[in-house]
């Protein structure tokens, strides 16, 4: 289908423009064919009034684990240790398939709602999601959590390479498979060699979680005599593509290493503030020119997947804690949240921004709101005064799959009720 998003104003997340005023965009075969003046000879199926509209791409949550919605405002105000401990991993234990395809839907029409167009995922029962991302019409990378656990650590590795068999590249192309070792602390050194391995063979890049926490770092200089960031990478996992999620407790050398290996951070302010897990350095791996990437982290330690809420708070939070008014500023927080997240997931060459040739992941936000107004600064109002709830319409590949806050794709009233069922059943069990 063709259409054409008449008279919008334009956030391209290019490079090269911040913001375009009263333009047009035109989609054909799922791409964008034109940006600029109106054009003769194209015809269109459909035409998207965007007066009051601001164009931007699809929002990217570089990190999270969707099907812990089951357990949103289940376990709070712990410390993270006991948190995972004590209250996630036992019910976590108790979760079966059916359980994770309901909640990771439910995760999927959060996010649709507000504008995020592409996640990726570390969860378990990954089949399950990729039947729900399938259904849905988003685009995610899809990644099996691995923990080292006696007897059944080779079974986790083949687990994803079945995965990888069976999803990476379906959905048209919106789906991809990257291999996730959980920790450096749930994985050994020996483990995480093989994880390596498993990488290579699959061609493919990793996801982990990195210097999360202070106790993780304190934990890995007794045991190894170095940070995280230091141990994986004198392990080789930087030689492969990969996307560290949280990246709190690093220091100069980390960071030096982060950037020399091309790792791209993925920031996730909310959950680390309400796990009490610190603050990440952002602006000083900015500045250090690494590709920092934003997500929401799990809804249950979130305890939302709302990404314009988290542009907000990525940027706030740097200014308080450096006591800098213009640290990390809104387009760099903007850029965090698009065309970073891209090349985190290796699909900077087709998403991430708005220009001539790329994949047409294009979410509106309705303006004409009075918290907007008076609109003084386009890319100032996107960071600091939009909400999740002012997305419009979301497009993936050129396909609508949220018109006029009405999602296209999913049955939103069954996913309320069977994830509800779900989570019920599960801490019942």
Request: include cysteine; charged fraction near 25%.
């Amino acid at each position: 289908m063709a259409l054409l998003i008449k008279n919008v104003t334009l956030v391209p997340m290019d490079g090269k423009r911040e913001v375009v005023e009263n333009t047009n965009i035109y989609v054909e075969n799922g791409r964008i064919s034109h940006i600029g003046e109106l054009k003769d000879g194209i015809e269109v199926d459909k035409v998207i009034d965007g007066n009051n509209k601001v164009a931007m791409p699809g929002l990217i949550n570089a990190h999270t684990h969707i099907g812990m919605s089951l357990l949103r405002n289940y376990a709070d105000d712990f410390p993270l240790h006991e948190w995972l401990t004590q209250k996630i991993w036992p019910r976590e234990a108790k979760l079966v398939g059916q359980d994770v395809y309901w909640g990771s839907l439910l995760s999927m029409v959060e996010m649709i709602q507000s504008g995020t167009t592409t996640f990726c995922d570390m969860y378990f029962f990954m089949d399950e999601v990729g039947k729900g991302l399938e259904e849905s019409g988003m685009r995610g990378v899809l990644t099996r959590g691995l923990i080292e656990e006696a007897g059944k650590s080779e079974e986790k590795l083949e687990d994803t390479r079945i995965l990888h068999k069976n999803w990476n590249g379906k959905g048209d192309g919106r789906i991809k498979v990257m291999v996730a070792p959980h920790a450096p602390y749930t994985c050994g050194p020996a483990y995480m060699e093989k994880i390596i391995e498993l990488a290579k063979e699959l061609d493919t890049g990793i996801h982990i979680h990195l210097s999360e926490t202070k106790k993780e770092v304190e934990d890995s200089f007794n045991t190894y005599g170095k940070s995280p960031v230091r141990h994986v990478y004198d392990l080789g996992l930087f030689e492969l593509p990969t996307v560290a999620a949280h990246c709190v407790h690093v220091n100069q050398e980390d960071i030096e290493i982060l950037k020399e290996k091309n790792v791209s951070p993925v920031n996730n302010p909310t959950s680390n503030l309400k796990l009490a897990s610190g603050f990440a350095p952002i602006d000083k791996m900015l500045k250090s020119k690494v590709n920092v990437a934003l997500g929401t982290d799990g809804p249950s330690s979130n305890n939302n997947l709302n990404m314009f809420e988290e542009i907000h708070i990525a940027s706030i939070i740097n200014k308080g804690v450096n006591m800098d008014a213009v640290s990390v500023p809104a387009i760099d927080v903007l850029r965090m949240a698009t065309i970073n997240g891209a090349k985190a997931l290796l699909w900077d060459e087709e998403i991430g921004s708005l220009e001539v040739g790329k994949k047409a992941d294009i979410i509106l936000i309705d303006m004409d709101k009075p918290h907007l107004y008076p609109m003084h600064n386009v890319i100032s109002a996107l960071a600091y005064s939009v909400q999740g709830s002012d997305v419009d319409t979301v497009m993936v590949d050129g396909k609508i799959i949220m018109e006029k806050r009405e999602i296209k794709t999913l049955d939103v009233e069954r996913i309320m009720y069977e994830a509800d069922k779900s989570a019920r059943d599960l801490v019942s069990r």
